[in-house]
């Protein structure tokens, strides 16, 4: 059975940082493309990130510069790293195991104040 895991969410205040994980479960992570998906409160769940299994990185243009994706195959972990926070960062943050986005976990809600 996959399991996906998110943590790290919180409230934060704009312009800081945060680091999401999502523990991985129930297939080969470490042969898996995975990625960060999020959905903004009324809004429609959008892509933020992908990495592929050797680490190569793909990300939304709007979060380009500041967020970091990155993955620990050896612990089937993945990361997001978020620097310089906007508002419009506000969502709920969900690891999604290869492009099918609805083999989500359950999220972890970010809150940015401004």
């Known amino acids: 059975e996959v399991r996906l895991v998110e943590s790290g969410g919180g409230l934060v205040e704009a312009g800081e940082s945060l680091r999401l994980s999502c523990a991985a479960s129930?297939?080969?992570?470490?042969?898996?493309?995975m990625t960060w998906i999020r959905q903004p409160p009324g809004k429609a769940l959008e892509r933020v990130a992908n990495i592929s299994p050797s680490g190569n990185q793909f990300y939304a243009e709007d979060v380009k510069g500041r967020f970091t994706v990155s993955r620990d195959n050896a612990k089937s972990m993945l990361y997001l790293h978020l620097s310089s926070v906007k508002t419009e960062d506000t969502a709920m943050y969900y690891c999604?195991?290869?492009?099918?986005?609805?083999?989500r976990g359950k999220g972890t809600q970010v809150t940015v104040s401004s």
């Open positions: 999604v195991k290869g492009t099918n986005w609805a083999d």
């Open positions: 129930g297939f080969t992570f470490g042969a898996t493309y």
